[in-house]
C-alpha cells in the first residue's frame, strides 16, 4: 500500500495532510461471507457499542457458528428479543435465505466487477449501496470505491477542503478524480481523520 499512499500524497496536498497527520494506513478487512454482511445489517443506524452488543447476542444464540440455516433456525420473535428491531429481523432472515438458496453465492463474489457485486449484494432486503460498498472494499478489498452516499466521507470532505456544505456526488466524483485508482484507501484516511471508522 506504500505505492497507493505515495500516490495520494503526490496528487492532493490536502489530502497528504491528512495522511501526515494520521500515519500508517491500517485498514482492517473482514472476511467476505455470509456472517460479515450480518453484521453489517446490525450496525446499520446504530452506535457500535450497542451494535455489538446485539451482534454479541446473535452469535451467542445460534452457537457461535453464523450460518444461512441457523439464523432460519431462529424464530423472528426470538431475534426481536435479541435487540433486533423488526425490520432488520426481515433483512438478516432474507439475506439467510437468498445465501441458502444460492441466489447469493459469496464464493463468486471476488471474481465479480465491482458493478456486478452491488447488483448482486442490494438484491437482498436492507442492503443499499452504502453496505456493498463498505462490502468490496472490507470485505473484498477492492482499492477504488468511492462511497459518495457515506456521511462520514462527506463530512470529512466538507472539514478538509473548507466546503460551506457537504459535497454533493458529483463534487466528490470530481475531487477524487486525482486519487484514482485508491479511493478506497483515500476514503479510509478520511474516516479517520475525523476519528471514526465505517462499520462493516
Known amino acids: 500500500m506504500k505505492h497507493a499512499v505515495q500516490h495520494l500524497r503526490k496528487s492532493?496536498?490536502?489530502l497528504s495532510a491528512i495522511i501526515e497527520r494520521v500515519g500508517a494506513?491500517?485498514?482492517q478487512f473482514r472476511d467476505p461471507g455470509f456472517d460479515t454482511l450480518v453484521r453489517s445489517i446490525v450496525y446499520q443506524q446504530l452506535s457500535g457499542k450497542v451494535a455489538k452488543v446485539?451482534?454479541?447476542r446473535l452469535i451467542a444464540a445460534v452457537g457461535g457458528d453464523m450460518t444461512?440455516?441457523?439464523i432460519l433456525a431462529l424464530r423472528p420473535a426470538r431475534m426481536r428479543k435479541l435487540g433486533l428491531s423488526t425490520q432488520k429481523t426481515a433483512y438478516i432472515r432474507d439475506l439467510a435465505r437468498h445465501t441458502r438458496d444460492g441466489k447469493l453465492v459469496f464464493a463468486?463474489?471476488?471474481a465479480l466487477s465491482d458493478l456486478e457485486v452491488i447488483e448482486r449484494l442490494t438484491q437482498v432486503k436492507g442492503i443499499g449501496v452504502w453496505t456493498a460498498q463498505m462490502f468490496l472494499m472490507f470485505a473484498l478489498r477492492?482499492?477504488?470505491?468511492?462511497?459518495?452516499?457515506d456521511l462520514?466521507?462527506?463530512n470529512a470532505i466538507k472539514k478538509a477542503y473548507n466546503l460551506a456544505e457537504l459535497p454533493s456526488p458529483a463534487e466528490m466524483e470530481e475531487l477524487a478524480k486525482a486519487w484514482r485508482p485508491w479511493c478506497s484507501v483515500a476514503s479510509w484516511y478520511l474516516w479517520r481523520s475525523l476519528e471514526g471508522l465505517a462499520n462493516l
Open 54 to 56: 446485539i451482534l454479541d
Open 142 to 149: 477492492r482499492h477504488d470505491i468511492l462511497p459518495t452516499g
Open 68 to 70: 444461512p440455516e441457523k
Open 12 to 14: 492532493d496536498p490536502v
Open 152 to 154: 462520514g466521507v462527506r
Open 108 to 110: 463468486e463474489l471476488s
Open 25 to 27: 494506513y491500517g485498514i
